[in-house]
């Protein structure tokens, strides 16, 4: 399966043009700046539009007016508002959890786990600040992941390796908000396969 990751946008989501293939696209959060519901919804628009065959996103700390929301009506199949909730593509678990939400809501049985913000001390610094999550960075040990996709500090983007867990902050935009990281392109292995090698 292949994910492309795209985070932190903040309304400008319009500006990524020729965007690569993948199976799944995944936002993971602050795909608003002031949280209306107007940009909320030209996101949206953007993104069922977008020709992937599936989409997923969560909420991050801009998109307020979605904080609460429990669901979303009239999405298309294809497009999952993954707040506090999971969904199974072609074998793999996916969890999103909702921003500033409980992390003992992350269930065991997780494959890729997208949520906004990072785990403290992982790819979590930006501004000379660590805007990282402790309790968080706490429960992924306890749930051990296979992925972790998250954003929110955007001069953190990369991918690293740590635990055996693949860890990637797929922020496109700077701190000045200027677009200045590709979205990433990440191979899920084989599931099955990443678990025989880990006994």
Not at 4 to 17: A, G
Not at 54 to 59: E, L, R, Y
Not at 156 to 172: C, K, L, P, Q, Y
Request: aromatic share 10%.
């Amino acid at each position: 399966m292949r994910i492309l990751q795209i985070s932190d946008t903040h309304s400008r989501h319009r500006k990524l043009k020729r965007l690569p293939a993948a199976d799944v696209i995944v936002h993971c959060g602050d795909f608003a700046d002031n949280g209306t519901e107007r940009e909320v919804l030209d996101f949206l628009n953007w993104f069922i539009e977008l020709p992937y065959p599936q989409k997923i996103f969560v909420t991050g700390n801009h998109d307020l007016c979605l904080w609460d929301a429990e669901n979303i009506e009239d999405l298309p199949d294809n497009v999952h508002f993954l707040q506090d909730r999971g969904c199974e593509l072609n074998g793999v678990k996916f969890f999103g959890l909702a921003y500033n939400h409980p992390e003992e809501l992350i269930p065991h049985d997780v494959d890729v786990l997208v949520t906004h913000e990072p785990p403290i001390m992982i790819l979590d610094k930006s501004s000379g600040i660590h805007w990282g999550n402790a309790p968080l960075w706490n429960r992924v040990l306890e749930v051990k992941p296979h992925y972790h996709l998250f954003g929110h500090a955007h001069e953190a983007n990369g991918i690293i390796e740590e635990d055996g867990i693949i860890f990637s902050n797929g922020a496109v935009l700077d701190d000045v908000m200027n677009m200045r990281y590709k979205p990433r392109v990440i191979d899920i292995e084989d599931i099955t396969e990443r678990q025989y090698h880990k006994t």
